[in-house]
């Protein structure tokens, strides 16, 4: 089993960037496809990003392309989430999960989950 705690949320102004942290515990992260998630008020949980455990290959929404990217440190069993150019759309709870198996998906589809982390954009 594996607790994922995100953080590294906040305010920031438009077109400013933040970087998620989500941080693993109880099992090596590397074994797990992570995905990124997030929830607006009044929306559904959204894919945003998510990396697969055996290579490292990478998938991103749309609304996210060219501006967020994922990475994995395996030494600090930590995955990131840069995000760049944020619009005031991106304000949402962000979400990290985890899930075995041969790949990763934009889908909610995973059996563990953080707590989230906010993330506002706003002038």
């Known amino acids: 089993q594996v607790q994922l705690v995100e953080s590294g949320g906040g305010l920031v102004q438009p077109g400013g960037s933040l970087r998620l942290s989500c941080a693993a515990s109880?099992?090596?992260?590397?074994?797990?496809?992570i995905g990124w998630f997030r929830q607006a008020p009044g929306k559904e949980r959204e894919g945003v990003s998510c990396?697969?455990?055996?290579?490292?290959?990478?998938y991103y929404a749309d609304s996210v392309k060219g501006r967020f990217t994922i990475s994995r440190d395996n030494a600090k069993n930590t995955v990131y989430l840069q995000m760049n150019s944020l619009k005031p759309e991106d304000t949402a709870v962000y979400y990290c999960a985890a899930r075995s198996g041969v790949d990763c998906s934009l889908s909610p589809f995973y059996r563990y989950w953080g707590q989230g982390t906010q993330v506002t954009v706003s002038s």
């Open positions: 990396i697969r455990g055996s290579d490292g290959g990478t």
């Open positions: 109880g099992s090596t992260l590397g074994y797990y496809n």
